[in-house]
């Protein structure tokens, strides 16, 4: 079975600032797909930004990139210029194997920006 | 664009009464999902289900709980006898089918299931 965990129960940042969130998981398919979605206080889940496995190239949106280190099975959010609105809860999380389209989620961090 | 919608946005339920939670997916998307989060905790999947009947299903989805699509826009999940332990926040989900490759879920806004 797939895991997913997220290290950091909950981080803080500066408006302005960068930060990154951890994520570990443990899978033996090849083929698969990793997820970071934002749960701001209303509550709804919010892709942020999603990674091939078969792609090297760490994907980006706009403020936000991951670092994949597949070997190290590592997922990692980087938010540059954090803004009071990414305040939020946010899940990493798997999909891949024979449930593409199943999500598996890590525990979640919940990150605060600070003015 | 396209949302998925879920009412109602809060439901209050007595303990032992049947609950139905609705959810219309995005109209072009075939797989659809339930999740629930219990508050505080991570979120869970619960089914999948596509061509009118469930692809997979997690433990937590037992005898008390089923979904059903019946007609071309609403996806339901019942509960049959509700438990306080069902209180939480229930998540619908669906997606695109690609040819090979997974397309991201969409997710609803969610439907908070008090059980009392």
């Known amino acids: 079975a797939q895991t997913v965990t997220q290290s950091q129960p909950e981080m803080s940042v500066q408006e302005a600032e960068t930060v990154t969130l951890s994520c570990t998981y443990d899978t033996s398919e090849s083929n698969y797909y990793l997820f970071w979605y934002k749960q701001p206080p209303s509550r709804q889940m919010i892709l942020v930004i999603r990674q091939e496995a078969y792609k090297q190239q760490n994907a980006t949106e706009n403020r936000f990139s991951v670092n994949f280190q597949k070997a190290a099975k590592s997922f990692s959010l980087k938010i540059s210029d954090s803004q009071l609105g990414d305040t939020a809860m946010y899940f990493c999380?798997?999909?891949?194997?024979?449930?593409?389209?199943?999500?598996?989620f890590g525990q979640g961090t919940i990150l605060t920006v600070h003015p | 664009e396209p949302e998925v919608t879920q009412t109602p946005s809060h439901q209050v339920t007595q303990m032992g009464q049947e609950v139905i939670l609705r959810c219309v997916p995005i109209?072009?998307?075939?797989?659809f999902y339930w999740y629930r989060q219990i508050l505080g905790q991570k979120v869970e999947f619960l089914v999948s289900?596509?061509?009118?009947?469930?692809?997979?299903k997690s433990e937590i989805f037992d005898d008390q709980f089923s979904v059903e699509r019946p007609d071309g826009s609403n996806f339901t999940l019942k509960i049959r006898s509700t438990k306080l332990e069902d209180s939480a926040m229930y998540f619908c989900?669906?997606?695109?089918?690609?040819?090979?490759?997974?397309?991201?879920?969409?997710f609803g806004q969610g439907t908070r299931l008090t059980v009392v």
């Open positions: 999380a798997w999909s891949g194997g024979t449930s593409y389209g199943k999500l598996t």
């Open positions: 289900f596509y061509n009118n009947e469930i692809s997979e």
């Open positions: 109209s072009n998307h075939l797989y």
């Open positions: 989900a669906s997606r695109l089918q690609g040819d090979s490759l997974p397309t991201e879920a969409f």
